[in-house]
């Protein structure tokens, strides 16, 4: 029996994932960074070297954490697409309920205007 090849995966769920991978690589870098830091800070050193300064110290921990994240894999589950597209999907569901309320209000205020003026309207 032949192997049966894995299904494609649209452009927009690769668009997706690679998104979301970005994002946790992204994070991965800034917290390694922060952590650096935070030793340097303790020890004065960053790892086995004790730079000059500060500056010197947060370009020896940019290279380290950026060559650590390119060691690792960062790829997205399918745990975190189905997350992700929750989250799009309530955000989108936040917006069309503040674009409602905003037109309530305004409708409101318009209506009360219209009342002040005894129902005359200037067209």
């Known amino acids: 029996m032949p192997r049966r090849k894995a299904p494609r995966l649209s452009k927009g769920r690769q668009k997706k994932r690679m998104a979301i991978s970005n994002r946790k690589k992204n994070d991965f870098i800034s917290d ?54 929750l989250n799009d999907t309530v955000s989108g569901f936040r917006l069309m309920g503040s674009i409602i309320v905003a037109t309530l209000l305004i409708d409101y205020a318009l209506k009360i205007d219209l009342f002040k003026e005894g129902l005359k309207r200037g067209n």
Do not use: C, H, W
Request: glycine residues 4%.
């Open 32 to 85: 390694k960074i922060s952590v650096i830091m935070r030793e340097y800070e303790e020890t004065g050193m960053v790892g086995r070297s004790t730079p000059r300064n500060r500056r010197k110290a947060q370009k020896q921990a940019v290279a380290i954490a950026y060559s650590m994240a390119d060691r690792q894999m960062f790829a997205a589950t399918e745990a975190e697409l189905q997350t992700d597209r």
